[in-house]
């Protein structure tokens, strides 16, 4: 079993930056893909960005070329630099790990994850 806790949201103006952090206890002997997503009340969860085990990356293109997924596997954590903030990025976000097998690119879609983290509010103004 796979415990993660995410860290780093708050309250910031449009155009500012935050970094999200996902501590994952023990960190996975080997998974597959690692990721963001975030939901909104009413909404449903989206795919932001997600990592493979090989280092490739996946953006939404809601994000692209604003956030940067990256990970520290000596800390087990996993990183989201967001910046130039936008209002519509305020969302709860949480972080997934996906231990089943390889998709290639590594997927955005949350039912290809099978283990979540409570969540870590971002506030955009």
């Not at 990721?35 to 969860?45: I, S």
């Not at 990356?57 to 967001?82: E, H, P, W």
Request: glycine share 8%; net charge positive; hydrophobic share 30%.
């Amino acid at each position: 079993h796979v415990q993660l806790v995410e860290s780093g949201g708050g309250s910031v103006q449009a155009g500012g930056s935050l970094r999200l952090s996902c501590v994952a206890s023990p960190y996975p002997d080997k998974y597959y893909a690692m990721g963001w997503f975030r939901q909104v009340p009413g909404k449903e969860r989206e795919g932001v960005a997600a990592i493979s085990l090989a280092r490739l990356t996946t953006y939404s293109n809601s994000v692209k070329g604003r956030f940067t997924i990256s990970q520290d596997s000596a800390k087990s954590t996993l990183y989201l630099q967001m910046n130039s903030l936008k209002p519509e990025d305020s969302a709860m976000y949480y972080c997934a790990v996906r231990t089943s097998s390889a998709l290639v690119p590594p997927p955005l879609r949350p039912s290809d994850y099978n283990y979540w983290g409570q969540g870590t509010q971002v506030t955009v103004s």
